[in-house]
């Protein structure tokens, strides 16, 4: 047999050995593992992810359990419109007045308070409103408005956004469309950037600004007003108005999530690397609620 | 600029220690987007050639809409999925809402439109009477449309290369269909997004440059056998 | 097999475009081993032929018959286009070495690899390009390329060959090497063969057939002698390098010849005419000699005129002059003569030409 022919024959030969392992590669079964029962998907806010508490949560919940978690980190606005859709098995959020609408509704059952920390009002470290110190949420957003110095709102319906619209209606302030008060749209991270960027005010969570703080030019200025109190809920969603919902799933993350050993951990969370917790657990901070 | 630094030099920590993390997610996003790409490169192929191949009226109009196609917005893709996927959904029985599948699914209708649209351009492109010797050689329609394809085929590895680059780079609609779950969905450019969120800014870049040197391999690959083929 | 049926006839074919007729073949039998040339000017229906012959183009009507039997009905299109080969202008190869394709229209049939390899190997060699065998197609020269298109024709032992115009696009010397070696090639392998061109010197080598196109039909076909020498109508005539001709009637016979009356000058010319009939002659310039009046020694020539030289073109080797005799007159004339009789346009020279030497068309 001619050389030349022999050639073409070893290369057609690799050429299809090629093929085969590439293919065995993309089709192999692992990338096709669907949804069973044994998944819940939980939505909750970008911040709880950001911080890292569900990386340390979720797995040890997955080993206890078998349950397979899927994290779905969006916006508590977002994350509450999944579960009015029935998209979610269990939500994980900070938006007291969207839960109770959520509740209302018959869409949540089981509604359960699972930690919470405070908001706080940062700004440029020169604080042209003069708001340090300032306990009174309203007294501080009131300055910054007749100040017109520059808030940052996020604008996205989040948490972090509901509580903020609740201070400004408190004290009858319509701010939008005023020149000193820009929305952001954006989550509370970029906001926390934009408004380091743009020598603003904003309201944030504690986790996210500890988070972000080396890379910030923002300082606290004002904190402890109860009115800023940012709790965190677990809500299962209704499995019988939703009858996709893992509700067996749903119930034991938050039984979970409830547990002595998660509250421990959350209890402790960040102390290491923020120097202080970054949330309490519902124990302690119920006297402080008790009015 | 101290940053950019500061991420390079992560990158390559995280390679040369082989971070099993990284790992995961780099090896996922090269599947989820080689198999979406390889799903495209069915549809689009056959599809293409036999709009490029058929007279049919509205010609026009569907190929203009096939390289309209070709810009689609990936977050738009991933919201359309996204809705019909849901449990609630028109697909939701296929409940694969949040995995991979899902992932490939709208990444494929990313790239599928790329490919078709450089499809019909690579075949329109050959001469009119190529297919007349073609015939003329004693082939049959089937033969025909596969020799037809494999003279197109360097127009068409190029085709290979953007549908892999739109999807592989690609974030909104993988992170809205896949949702980012670590270890399972979490790939190369949802990570970055995340990290970036986080504050972590380093990692979100060792993650871009592990995400660019993926597509450079991916790309040089691919260059290497068409340069190959081209001097044939 | 009947040995009396022609290998390929077609019947009545026709091939309409959006109501324009592209071709009309009332019928058209082609021998086994026979080489037909079809010439004619660009459109006048060569190509559309050929693609309606090998059903790349779908007539309109009529039916097209191999060995007898009907194509479509007793033989399928795709049995019918594997017995045939077709050779385009532009070479058309695909992107891959000499070799492949080559190999291409057996790898369509299926053929094992041995026997590939086998013919292509004997084509190369046939056409001179084995040394050219792992060279990627697009680095040919024209001419090595139309030699791979041809062995890729040759390849795959066609029962008829179709070549349209395949060396159109070459330069002269490449033509004319690729074509002494087809010549040898048809010669060996005994090809039926189907030939378009526009070079009339290209057909009457070739071919054992000619057949003159027009507008979609044949205006005439027969062997290449017959053709050039006897054209039927004018067309084929002008078609064939006829520069002058002439319409005229029929005055007197004279035994085997006649005279004709042209604008009041008489033309003897040989033929079967009868009296008052409408004729054209056609004289071709090469037949027309010139020389300065007064005309001094005898000719055989019996047809002679003064003529006023009204334009000279120069044509290469030779000078084409324009003459007003009465009629217009063509004649050509080499440049040494050119300055022995000091032609120049305006002076007056005698023009004369033999009897036998005028083409006589009979006008219907």
């Known amino acids: 047999m001619p050389n030349s022919l022999r050639q073409t024959k070893k290369r057609v030969c690799w050429r299809w050995i090629g093929a085969f392992c590439f293919l065995m590669f993309f089709l192999s079964p692992s990338t096709f593992v669907s949804a069973d029962q044994r998944s819940v998907i939980l939505a909750t806010t970008t911040s709880l992810q950001d911080c890292g508490l569900l990386d340390l949560l979720i797995p040890i919940f997955q080993r206890r359990t078998g349950y397979f978690v899927k994290t779905i980190a969006v916006g508590s606005g977002q994350a509450i419109a999944m579960g009015r859709k029935g998209e979610a098995d269990v939500l994980l959020v900070h938006s007291p007045e969207d839960e109770n609408q959520l509740m209302r509704e018959g869409n949540g059952v089981n509604r359960r308070r699972v930690m919470e920390n405070d908001f706080m009002i940062v700004g440029p470290m020169e604080d042209p409103a003069n708001i340090q110190g300032m306990r009174s949420a309203r007294d501080a957003f009131r300055k910054i408005a007749l100040s017109s110095w520059l808030f940052l709102s996020r604008g996205d319906h989040s948490g972090t956004h509901a509580k903020e619209k609740m201070v400004w209606s408190l004290l009858r302030i319509n701010p939008e469309g005023e020149k000193w008060y820009q929305q952001t749209g954006l989550g509370m991270g970029e906001t926390l950037n934009v408004a380091s960027e743009k020598r603003g005010y904003t309201l944030t969570d504690l986790g996210t600004y500890l988070a972000l703080k080396k890379n910030l030019r923002l300082k606290v200025l004002a904190q402890g007003d109860p009115l800023l109190l940012n709790p965190y809920h677990v809500i299962e969603i209704n499995p019988i108005k939703w009858r996709k919902v893992n509700a067996a799933g749903s119930r034991a993350f938050s039984e979970f999530l409830l547990s002595k050993d998660a509250q421990e951990i959350i209890k402790t969370f960040g102390a290491n690397r923020f120097g202080s917790p970054l949330f309490t657990d519902t124990g302690k901070k119920r006297e402080i609620l008790g009015r | ?232 | 097999m009947n040995p009396t049926l022609p290998i390929l006839e077609a019947n009545h074919l026709r091939v309409e475009r959006e109501g324009t007729l592209l071709l009309d073949i009332p019928s058209l039998k082609i021998e086994k081993g026979e080489t037909l040339a079809l010439i004619g000017p660009n459109g006048a229906g060569k190509t559309t032929l050929l693609q309606t012959f090998s059903l790349l183009i779908t007539p309109f009507q009529g039916a097209l018959f191999f060995n007898g039997k009907r194509v479509g009905t007793e033989l399928s299109v795709l049995e019918y286009r594997r017995k045939l080969a077709m050779v385009f202008q532009e070479p058309l190869l695909f992107q891959t070495d000499v070799f492949n394709n080559v190999a291409s229209g057996l790898k369509i049939r299926g053929i094992k690899k041995n026997e590939i390899h086998e013919r292509v190997m004997e084509q190369l060699e046939r056409f001179g390009i084995s040394h050219l065998r792992n060279r990627s197609a697009r680095t040919l020269s024209g001419g090595e390329a139309q030699r791979t298109n041809l062995a890729r024709a040759f390849a795959i032992q066609p029962e008829f060959l179709f070549l349209d115009e395949p060396f159109a696009s070459l330069d002269p010397p490449t033509r004319d090497s690729l074509l002494v070696d087809l010549e040898s090639v048809l010669s060996h392998t005994k090809t039926t063969t189907l030939f378009a061109t526009h070079e009339r010197l290209e057909a009457v080598r070739l071919s054992d057939r000619v057949a003159v196109m027009n507008r979609g039909r044949i205006e005439q076909m027969g062997p290449p002698e017959e053709v050039m020498n006897d054209p039927a109508t004018e067309f084929v005539a002008s078609f064939l390098g006829i520069e002058t001709m002439l319409k005229g009637k029929v005055v007197r016979k004279e035994g085997g010849t006649f005279v004709a009356s042209i604008s009041g000058k008489e033309i003897e010319a040989i033929g079967e005419v009868d009296c008052g009939e409408a004729v054209v002659l056609c004289i071709r310039p090469e037949d027309v000699t010139l020389s300065s009046s007064p005309l001094k020694e005898k000719t055989s020539a019996r047809n002679v005129f003064t003529g006023r030289i009204l334009r000279i073109v120069p044509l290469g080797p030779y000078q084409k002059v324009h003459l007003d005799c009465g009629f217009p007159l063509v004649a050509y004339i080499t440049h040494p003569s050119q300055k022995t009789l000091s032609l120049t346009e305006g002076i007056e020279v005698k023009a004369s030409f033999k009897a036998t030497a005028v083409r006589v068309i009979k006008k219907g």
Do not use: C, H
């Open chain 2, 1 to 232: 600029m101290d940053l950019i630094f500061q991420g390079i030099k992560k990158a390559f920590y995280l390679l040369v220690t082989f971070d099993p993390e990284v790992m995961g997610i780099t090896l996922l996003s090269l599947r989820v987007s080689g198999t979406a790409t390889l799903i495209s490169l069915l549809l689009g192929i056959s599809t293409g050639t036999l709009i490029a191949l058929t007279q049919f009226p509205g010609k026009r109009f569907v190929v203009s809409l096939v390289n309209t196609g070709m810009g689609l917005p990936p977050v738009v893709v991933g919201l359309l999925v996204t809705i019909f996927l849901w449990r609630n959904g028109p697909l939701g029985f296929l409940g694969i809402l949040y995995t991979p599948m899902a992932m490939i699914l709208a990444q494929a209708v990313i790239a599928t439109p790329i490919i078709m649209g450089i499809t019909v351009a690579a075949i329109q492109q050959l001469p009119n009477k190529l297919r007349l010797q073609i015939l003329a050689l004693g082939a049959t329609r089937v033969q025909m449309v596969w020799i037809l394809i494999k003279e197109a085929r360097l127009p068409l590895l190029a085709g290979v290369m953007a549908g892999f680059g739109g999807v592989v780079s690609e974030v909104g609609a993988s992170i809205m269909v896949g949702g980012n779950i670590k270890g399972y969905t979490r790939v190369l450019t949802t990570a970055t997004v995340m990290e970036t969120s986080r504050g972590n800014f380093d990692v979100a870049i060792a993650l871009g440059v592990i995400l660019l040197m993926l597509a450079y391999t991916v790309n040089l690959i691919l260059t290497t056998i068409q340069q190959k083929e081209k001097n044939r």
